[in-house]
């Protein structure tokens, strides 16, 4: 059965400290994304990594994909308060139609 | 171009009533896919239609069940619910599956089951 970990479950960090969530996944897709979710609302996409080695940066997050070690990382660099929310991973397996999702990161982020 | 949208935003029902959730997906998106997202267990996939048909389904009990109508717009519907069923209920299109596209989602009906 195909399974996406995340970890951390929960992450509390102080503003303009760095930190990097990870996503194992056991697929072969290599197709990997990465949603935001915030209180009561639904998940906004945040990333699309589509190849071994590929980087997408979008303000302090920025989002890697090593296809070998089945692993994606989400970095978030000088974190502030706005960055506070629910971060998952998903595959979408080989035929595209399932999206499987890890367990997701809430993230918090103190002043 | 207007998203995913879902009615509607909230039910209360009661043990052994049935509710129909519905899903206007991303004009041009052909599929549409339903997840149920629970504290305990996250997000898990329920179906997945495209062109009217259910081309994939998750592990739920037959009480939950989909369809898809020549416009794209999806149904879900849950019969005899229990407490177990209490979500939130997410609909997500996509342009072309398994091609590097994310999925859209939807606001999602909160569901509470008493």
């Known amino acids: 059965e195909l399974k996406v970990e995340q970890n951390p479950l929960f992450l509390s960090m102080q503003e303009g400290k760095n930190y990097t969530i990870y996503c194992n996944y056991s697929?072969?897709?290599?197709?990997l994304y990465w949603y935001r979710q915030d209180p009561g609302k639904s998940l906004e996409s945040l990333f699309v990594l589509l190849s071994n080695g590929a980087v997408k940066q979008e303000g302090r997050l920025m989002a890697s994909l090593d296809t070998k070690a089945r692993l994606s990382t989400l970095h978030i660099t000088a974190a502030v308060h706005d960055l506070s929310a629910t971060y998952f991973c998903?595959?979408?397996?080989?035929?595209?139609?399932?999206?499987?999702f890890g367990t997701g990161t809430s993230l918090t982020v103190i002043p | 171009k207007a998203g995913v949208t879902q009615t509607p935003r909230y039910l209360i029902k009661t043990r052994g009533q049935q509710v129909t959730l519905s899903c206007s997906p991303i004009s041009g998106h052909r599929s549409v896919s339903w997840y149920q997202q629970t504290p305990g267990q996250g997000l898990q996939f329920l179906f997945e239609y495209f062109s009217e048909t259910q081309r994939n389904k998750g592990n739920f009990p037959g009480r939950f069940s989909g369809r898809q109508f020549s416009n794209s717009r999806s149904e879900m519907n849950v019969s005899t619910l229990e407490l177990g069923d209490s979500a939130l209920y997410l609909c997500?299109?996509?342009?072309?599956?398994?091609?590097?596209?994310?999925?859209?989602f939807g606001n999602g009906t909160r569901l509470t089951v008493t």
């Open positions: 697929t072969t897709s290599d197709r």
């Open positions: 998903a595959v979408d397996g080989n035929t595209g139609n399932q999206f499987y």
């Open positions: 997500a299109s996509i342009l072309a599956p398994g091609q590097g596209n994310p999925l859209h």
